[in-house]
């Protein structure tokens, strides 16, 4: 019988994918998925994931979408340098016309609403609507609905608690995508900073200085998620964390997929030891005694 989990499946952009390889881990290490739990980045592919699409078969189209990046706007878009047609195109094989509360594994993804200042959890309703809600980058992506809502990581990177109202008897396993490689330099990202969206907006700014500033405002947003990132998981405690070394990348940086993939299951099969000893008796009836009865729903 498999051992079941819940995962938290944090935000980054590109660096999402290695949440793919992460779970190729998990599944060929014979684990059980009860839900997941996704914001921003990780709610997108989170809820391929719920879908039960195999991790492999959406690394081909992270693949096939990076080689021609699409991201037009559409007449009805709000406000934003970007658009997400593109990405929709590229989801709607796995996602369109479903539901949330229809998928085989328990899922919801977060999103901040700019018109209520709060996080918003959403666990139904349309799928796509959902993952457009919780990757909209403010400003960079159209914000969605009446409420406003806008991309989850901005008020929650890591979607601990939201994992843990899912099944709160089972260890959650948390993928934050903010760790760097010890030897990181800073200007190694500064060479290669510029990606598809940062170049759509020189074209269409051009002859100004607004698309540098986006590119300082970026780095200096990520330093700001970064320590919100680690505030989140020293208050939230999951049972297990995934740190994928791919801090070093930025949002939307033209990346080679595969390379995300496999630190993503690196990372997990080193946290493979920490998971087991999650699940053993005694750490399974201290969860139990500290978050069932917990009204987890006012976290």
Known sequence: MADKIVLALGGGGVKGIAHLGAVECLLENHYQIEGISGTSAG????ATLAAQ???????????????????RRTANDS???????????????????????????????????????????????DVMA?????????????????DVLVDGGVLDPVPIWPARALNPSLPIVAVTLHTRPADYNPEQTEESKTGPITEAIKDRLSKTRIAESLDIMNRGISLGSDRL????????????LVRPL???????????????FDEGYRAM???????????????????????????LNDK
Request: aromatic share 8%.
């Open 53 to 71: 699409v195999p991790p492999r078969e959406v690394l081909q189209v992270c693949i096939d979408f990076m080689k021609s990046f699409d991201f």
């Open 130 to 146: 959902a993952v457009l809600a919780t990757i909209a980058i403010p400003g960079i992506f159209p914000a969605r609905g009446e």
């Open 246 to 260: 791919v801090g070093q990348y930025l949002t939307l940086q033209k990346v080679d997929p595969n390379e995300l």
């Open 229 to 240: 990132t680690d505030l989140s998981i020293e208050e939230a405690k999951p049972d297990v």
């Open 43 to 46: 709610g997108m592919f989170g």
């Open 269 to 295: 099969e080193a946290a493979l030891p920490d998971l087991a000893d999650s699940l053993s008796w005694i750490n399974s009836i201290k969860r139990i005694t500290k978050y069932v009865k917990a009204d």
């Open 79 to 125: 406000a934003s340098f970007a658009g997400t047609r593109g990405l929709e195109n590229a989801l709607a094989p796995f996602l369109e016309g479903k539901s949330i509360q229809d998928l085989p594994i328990k899922f919801c993804v977060t999103a901040a609403s700019l018109k209520t200042g709060e996080e918003v959890v959403i666990s139904d309703g």
